[in-house]
């Protein structure tokens, strides 16, 4: 059995625990270090899954026994911490976005590009099987060329004021997840179209934000992107995707944790509730996206989305707020 790789952990709130959880599930993988400024949040991690503790990540990156750090901290931490990885030439893995502000994810932008050293995004969607699997069929040339994509991401439930004020509004926080996915299938997008809405929550209007937007991307080859989000889902977490070609339709529908359907004198096809969530939604999506991760961090051949497709996300994010804002289609270079 070859020795596992070494993980330190920065951040342990809801996204640390979903990693360290995800650690603790390959066989070779080991958490080392935990890190968060709240020493007892990371004892209370630690204790469940391993690791010497420390509230100053400086400890982390100097400690001789790290292979790779997993960031899972506040984004504004992010470029500070992906900074001190590349200087420490420690493999990272980051959670989205890097920043919300292009400018300071510019700032680092030279010496991730010049560094040897593995860098991978969190956009776990990619790592989905049933998203994932739809990729490597149109990539296989099942349904002939890519015309139309049609991605639906709605949430169960708005989230906390208090949240929604630092999240960076919708389209950062929320659409970026579905810009990545589009351009996981059309890399090069050039044109976005966004309109947004106030439907239902008050808290996300007086902070200037919307509960519900709806894009068009345009790609390259003229291919069509449409995307649908919503802070409210009555019956659930809202995932879904389709992609249409020339010679047919590839469609991955909602999915539960309960695939058994009831046919009674009062409904028909009737299934148990989706899930509730986006930590059991992609459950699967977060340890298959560690996982490959790992290869990089062996020196092997690995798909994770790295730091242009962090970039690229934002810019397209940001181009999205100004078409809401403005009621005019923006276009984008995502290779300038």
Known sequence: MSTP???????????????????????????????????????????RYGGQVTTIPDH???????????????????????????????????????????????????RAASSSVPFALGFNRRFDPHFAGVHRRVAAGEIGRLEQLTITSRDPAPQAKEYVAVSGGIFRDMTIHDLDMARFFVPDIVEVTARGANQFDSSA????????????????????????????????????????GERGLLQVGNVGPDVVRAFTGETVEAVGPYYNFFLERYVDAYRLELIEFLRAVRGEASTSPGFEDGRAALVLADAAEQSARTGASVSVDLRA
Do not use: M
Request: proline share 4%; hydrophobic share 45%.
């Open 5 to 47: 790789t070494r993980i330190g952990l920065i951040g342990t709130g809801r996204i640390g625990q979903v990693h360290a959880r995800s650690i603790a599930a390959i066989d070779d993988a080991q958490l080392t270090w935990v890190c968060d400024p709240f020493e007892q949040s990371a004892t209370s991690l630690s204790a």
């Open 205 to 244: 209007a007086e902070l200037g934000d919307y509960d519900a937007v709806q894009l068009v991307l345009r790609g390259a080859g003229d291919e069509l992107i449409s995307i649908t989000n919503s802070r409210h889902s009555a019956y659930g977490y809202d995932q879904r995707l389709e992609a249409f």
């Open 60 to 110: 982390v990156f100097a400690a001789g026994d790290v292979d790779a750090v997993i960031i899972a901290s506040p984004t504004p931490t992010h470029v500070s911490l992906i900074a001190a990885a590349l200087d420490a030439g420690i493999p990272t893995l980051c959670e989205k976005p890097i920043d919300l502000d292009l400018a300071k994810v510019d700032s680092l932008r030279a």
